[in-house]
Nanobody
Framework: VQLVESGGGSTQAGGSLRLSCNYSRDRRCMAWFRQTPGRQREGIAYIYGDDRRTTYIDSVKDRFTISQADPDEPLILHMTRLRSDDKAMYYC???????????????WGQGTQVTVST
């Protein structure tokens, strides 16, 4: 399974970016992670279940939206009101059916860089 992210780039604080991941094989739990130098990779948004429920960490809640319109569509992370502390490498991840292994996904993308300037 190969995951490929796209859509990273640079923006000013307060701006928006949209990340896309090409995984569209099934309805497993999918996630976006991010990592900054010297820190562990952290899961920031998850989508799971046939009705595509979502969960977020507090720091991105109400600013980021994870979505996947249907099984044939890519996984999306829409990021708004970006802040300097959102600067990181962002990774798409495929977990399992119900996010049981949410801290240790089965498959990873190669990552896409997001830079936010002030």
């Amino acid at each position: 399974v190969q995951l490929v992210e796209s859509g990273g780039g640079s923006t000013q604080a307060g701006g928006s970016l949209r990340l896309s991941c090409n995984y569209s094989r099934d309805r497993r739990c999918m996630a976006w992670f991010r990592q900054t130098p010297g820190r562990q990779r952290e899961g920031i948004a998850y989508i799971y279940g046939d009705d595509r429920r979502t969960t977020y960490i507090d720091s991105v809640k109400d600013r980021f939206t994870i979505s996947q319109a249907d099984p044939d569509e890519p996984l999306i992370l829409h990021m708004t009101r970006l802040r300097s502390d959102d600067k990181a490498m962002y990774y798409c991840a495929a977990v399992d059916r119900w996010c049981v292994g949410r801290f240790n996904p089965q498959y990873w993308g190669q990552g896409t860089q997001v830079t936010v300037s002030t």
